[in-house]
Nanobody, 124 residues
Framework: QVQLAESGGGLVQAGGSLRLSCAASGHTFNTYAMGWFRQAPGKQREFVAA????????NVADSVKGRFTISSDNAKNTVYLQMNSLKPDDTAVYYC?????????????????WGQGTQVTVSS
């Protein structure tokens, strides 16, 4: 059974950085895509970034492009989200998700496996 565990969230001032980690277990992930989504209070969950575990194919939402980077470490079965130049609008619960390769990566409904989420709070 696929299990995902996020870590690395916290409180940071605007302009600061955080790196989120998502440790995956329970399967061989070389045929999986890994995504990061976030949900701010009162808002729908939105796509942030996704990558194949090989790291060959990556996508980042326009809203965070140039500030956030997604990467993977196959040896550790871990995906990272490096977040720089954080803004108060980035405050949200960040979720890691997994799906088999193929299909639309931006839609949360295509991801059957989810972590519990980690809170990121950016103060102004």
């Amino acid at each position: 059974q696929v299990q995902l565990a996020e870590s690395g969230g916290g409180l940071v001032q605007a302009g600061g950085s955080l790196r989120l980690s998502c440790a995956a277990s329970g399967h061989t992930f070389n045929t999986y895509a890994m995504g990061w989504f976030r949900q701010a209070p009162g808002k729908q969950r939105e796509f942030v970034a996704a990558t194949s575990f090989s790291g060959v194919n990556t996508n980042v939402a326009d809203s965070v492009k140039g500030r956030f980077t997604i990467s993977s470490d196959n040896a550790k079965n871990t995906v990272y989200l490096q977040m720089n130049s954080l803004k108060p609008d980035d405050t949200a619960v960040y979720y890691c998700a997994a799906k088999r390769l193929g299909g639309i990566i931006f839609s949360e409904t295509n991801y059957p496996y989810w972590g519990q989420g980690t809170q990121v709070t950016v103060s102004s």
